[in-house]
């Protein structure tokens, strides 16, 4: 059915689809009148005839009435609805003017609302008293709703104040709206005219309000314009731009723009400040705050204002403030306020004035105020920013260099102008060269500096701000790199047991971002800029505390990698290095190192920098399970590079077998053989030197396998059943199983079938009763090959499900690539391709491209 709209702010008026319907005679309309002013509600019908016939209804009323009701349905439908005793018009809130009007007013959405009047109510209709509290209210809340608005026209006061003289309100909207017209001798006049009106009505004479109105136009202080110049090339921020927009525009307001350091919310504010202009007709004032007193920012606000005697004391000059405030439209724009107590004196207190507050710390004490955060640019915003000071065809020429650019920024405006600035300076220089030089993090603040433009300044601003445990602790932190890290991290940066206090101060400072990490963990990150120039803080510090700080992080991550390589779910065949310090983590082991794998990363980094060997080998070699379940390949060769240079700097030999055997491991996974077999061999020398049985064991297993893959298979027998043999006399039943499936897979690749599958099913009962799913899944899988189809199936679907319930998303692929595999052999195309292909993408992910070939062959027969 087409939309219908019922209208009664004005003549009375019902339209269906846009177009008006006929509604009778004046008594019909008057009927769906009296039950559109009571809408959704049962009118008796002893009202409706009174309205109908105020003075001497027929006999017939009632009858008529029962007339016009149907009358009236024959165009406006069953919304006329006959119920016991009276009639009910239903209408839903949004179709009647009048519930509208009401809803905008209480929200506070004047202009809408005012909007919704087309003159009178029921102009065209007589008055009837049954009426009158309904309309009486409306005309109340509409005339409140003008004097609460900023923009009505001179014409429609006018109107207003014949119908309403002794609104107040009113004439000193009328006298303003003219003198912001620039009709001063007409305001005045206006002025008078009301001065006459309410002596002889009332006896009274105008009250301040009214009376301020006159005084703005004899001082001619107003409009007062202090707002510097709006940028032309400001870009982005739309959402953030409509936001403060809408909360400037309940009055009296207070926002408050936080951000960190460069992030443009001085810029921001003057921006806005322009585009509300025409909603604050005595203009807009502007302060930099900076660390000012807020009594001398009272004496000059005030002196602006067109106050001559400012009182002497804070309170009395924020009262007169507030009083000037109260009788204004102004916009106050406090720019880089340092704290609540500095902003509160100058915050309008009633009346229609707004504040627009910048500053890089949270201000949560400033109760009422709105905070409204300003993060750096989007990737889009920070490339249009880009081009539009450096020009869009040399970035349009070089994009990736651009790209560059702006990480190095990290998206800032101000770091983006001032690299833009650089390049418009040097047309003839490419970004290329820009790019390179801000690659290089101990110069970056000293690129990012022209002229009066300085990103290095920005941030000094907020760090001497802070305490001196706080800017420690910001100083230190810049040795976490470049990734988000826990609470406990600066802690013992600090030698403390608890650093939340020093957090929050930085937090609150915009210095630090926190986050939440899946485990419920707090995540702290410093923006790069910051980090970089709190490396340059860092470097007054001796060589002794930065090595004293970072080993207490260092061992805190190993201690907590420790207890959690311990208890991922998947026993590790591999040698963890002891440590004796171990620290409780988190419930679930993967999930911590999910986490934690980039901060772990980055302090490696730090203990390989300050030649702290023992660290630098321990924590790789703590994480390598880990990288084993999750098929981390590329982090855990990069890791044990720097495991080998720490083991060897430490002179630590078995350390050495430890990473050694890793390393192993890995080349084995990313196809390089010979790195595989060099590596595990010169692991197995020295376990076997240092009297390590169970690495020599691992070791000789791993030689094992690449024998096999060689096609030796009686030397890779040899080693498989050298390591059974250790593992079986050193009691260690999991590697046990690991071995009885190694040696049953190489007996497998001879076709030696019955010999296989008693080892391969040894190895699964053997699994199964010391609770090792993941080498049950490995025996499922191998045995998979030794069945008949259906059988085949059941045992490779309940090791990709036992490997799915363990995370190891590695063997997962491998045990769909064997599915697919059989699938394609039992004719099941459609289902071969779907795990093929999912086999593919993890093995490309993980950079094993002797599986992922092995599998693009298979998927290649599924096109013949």
Known sequence: MDSIAFRVLGPLEVTVGGRAVPLGG??????????????????????????LWPSSPPRSAVANVRTYAHALRAGIGDRVRTRPGGYQVTVSPDELDMTTFEAKARQGELAEASALWRGRALADLPRSPAWEPTLARLEELRLSVLERSPDVSIPELRGLLAEYPLREELWRQLVQALHRDGRTAEALHAYREAERVLAEELGTRPGPELRGARDEIRTGVFPVCQLPMDIPDFTGRLETVAEVERHLGRRPSAVVLTGAAGTGKSTLAVHIGHRVERSFSDGQVHVVLGDQDPAEVLEYLLRALGVQDVPESLAERAARYRSVLA????????????????????????GRSAALITSRTWLPELHGATHVHVDALTDRDARELLARVAGHDRVAAEPRRAGEILRACGNLPL??????????????????????????????????????????????????????????????AG?????????????????????DDVLDTLVNANLLAVSVDPTGTSRYRMPDLFRCYATERLSGESRHALRAAARRVLDGYLARATHAATRIPVSYFGVLPRFGHVVTGPDDPVAWFDAELPSITAI?????????????????????PYFDLRGRH????????IALRGARQAGDRHGEAIVLRNQGQVALYQDRYADAEAATRESLRLFTEENDYSGVGIAHAGIGTTSRIHGDYAGALRHHRHALRIFVRTGQPHFEAAARTAIGTALLAQQRLPAAERWLTGARELSARIGDRHRE????????????????????????????????????????????????????????????????????????????????????????
């Open 777 to 864: 899944a490995h025996a499922l899988q191998r045995l998979a090959g030794l069945r008949e189809p259906a059988q085949a199936l059941s045992h490779l679907t309940e090791a990709t499900e036992l490997f799915q319930m363990l995370g190891d998303e590695h063997c997962v692929a491998y045990a769909r690539q064997n599915t697919g595999e059989l699938f394609l052999r039992t004719g099941d195309h459609a289902k071969a391709r779907d795990l093929l292909t999912e086999s593919l993408d993890a093995h490309l992910r993980s950079g094993d491209r002797r599986s992922a070939a092995a599998v693009t062959m298979l998927l290649g027969r599924l096109e013949y």
């Open 634 to 641: 590329d982090e855990w060769r990069r890791s044990h590079d």
């Open 604 to 624: 490696l980094q730090v203990a390989e920098d300050l030649e702290m060997a023992d660290h630098a080998w321990r924590i790789p070699a703590v994480t390598a």
């Open 327 to 350: 009788r204004r439209e102004l916009l106050v724009v406090l720019d880089n306020a340092a704290d609540a107590s500095q902003v509160a004196p100058l915050l309008p207190g009633s």
């Open 479 to 499: 040795m976490l790199g470049p990734v988000s890290f826990p609470g406990w991290a600066v802690a013992a940066l600090l030698g403390r047991a608890n650093a």
């Open 26 to 51: 004046r008594k019909p309309r008057m009927l769906l009148a009296t039950l559109l002013l009571e809408p959704n509600t049962t009118v008796a019908v002893d009202t409706l005839v009174d309205v």
């Open 415 to 476: 770091a983006i102008r001032v690299a833009g600035a650089k390049l418009a300076a040097r047309p003839s220089v490419p970004l290329r060269v820009a790019a390179e030089r801000l690659a290089d993090e101990r110069g970056r603040l000293d690129e990012l500096t022209t002229g009066s433009l300085t990103v290095r300044t920005s941030v000094t601003d907020s760090y001497l701000r802070l305490s001196t445990a706080a800017a420690r602790a910001f100083r230190f």
